[in-house]
Nanobody, 118 residues
Framework: QVQLVESGGGLVQAGGSLRLSCAASGGTVSNYKMGWFRQAPGKEREFVAAFNWSGSGSYYTDSLKGRFTISRDNAKNTVYLQMNSLKPEDTAVYYC???????????WGQGTQVTVSS
């Protein structure tokens, strides 16, 4: 069973950047469909970005295209989320997830808090 641990969150001013990391153990990230989600206070968790099943491509929620980039380092068994031009509305807890073969995301990290000040 894969275990995921996120890191890299923190407090940043609007317009700044952060890179989140998701370190995996008990499984290989290249064998899973990996994705990032976020949950803002008082809101439901929403999709941010993910790789496709082959890992050769990625897709994003429309509103974040061009600012966020998902990447992967197989040697480090780690998935990243580079976030640029951050806005106060990006404030949320960010979660890394791995999908079952069915496509459902069944493995989740504990989340890392990102706070963007105006």
């Amino acid at each position: 069973q894969v275990q995921l641990v996120e890191s890299g969150g923190g407090l940043v001013q609007a317009g700044g950047s952060l890179r989140l990391s998701c370190a995996a153990s008990g499984g290989t990230v290249s064998n899973y469909k990996m994705g990032w989600f976020r949950q803002a206070p008082g809101k439901e968790r929403e999709f941010v970005a993910a790789f496709n099943w082959s890992g050769s491509g990625s897709y994003y929620t429309d509103s974040l295209k061009g600012r966020f980039t998902i990447s992967r380092d197989n040697a480090k068994n780690t998935v990243y989320l580079q976030m640029n031009s951050l806005k106060p509305e990006d404030t949320a807890v960010y979660y890394c997830a791995a999908a079952f073969p069915s496509g459902r995301y069944g493995y989740w990290g504990q989340g890392t808090q990102v706070t963007v000040s105006s």
